[in-house]
């Protein structure tokens, strides 16, 4: 819901399906990606990752995950022109 509220900021039309159906096409793609790709979506995805001895703690920002979500729209294909 938090990604779906962000990504609305920027595009006041996109559905909740729409946004959950983005998000499912990244498992797949994510192996065909060069790893440049898949850093800069790291960068976009995780503020910060604190580890310790009782385990690790990851904070994501909401808004990359919007941006995310509109990079894999069928409107910004760029991720899937880049793993082609």
Do not use: N, Y
């Not at 900021?9 to 946004?19: G, I």
């Not at 096409?25 to 192996?31: A, F, I, R």
């Not at 440049?36 to 990752?49: G, S, T, Y």
């Not at 310790?52 to 904070?59: E, P, Q």
Request: hydrophobic share 45%.
């Amino acid at each position: 819901m938090g990604t779906w509220a962000a990504a609305r900021a920027s595009d006041p039309d996109l559905t909740e399906a729409e946004t959950r159906d983005a998000l499912h096409q990244l498992e797949p793609l994510w192996d065909e990606l060069f790893p440049a790709e898949q850093a800069r979506i790291v960068r976009l995805l995780v503020e910060r990752v604190t580890v310790s001895s009782t385990g690790a703690d990851i904070k994501l920002r909401v808004e990359g995950l919007a941006s995310l979500v509109q990079d894999l729209g069928t409107e910004r294909p760029t991720m899937l022109e880049a793993a082609e």
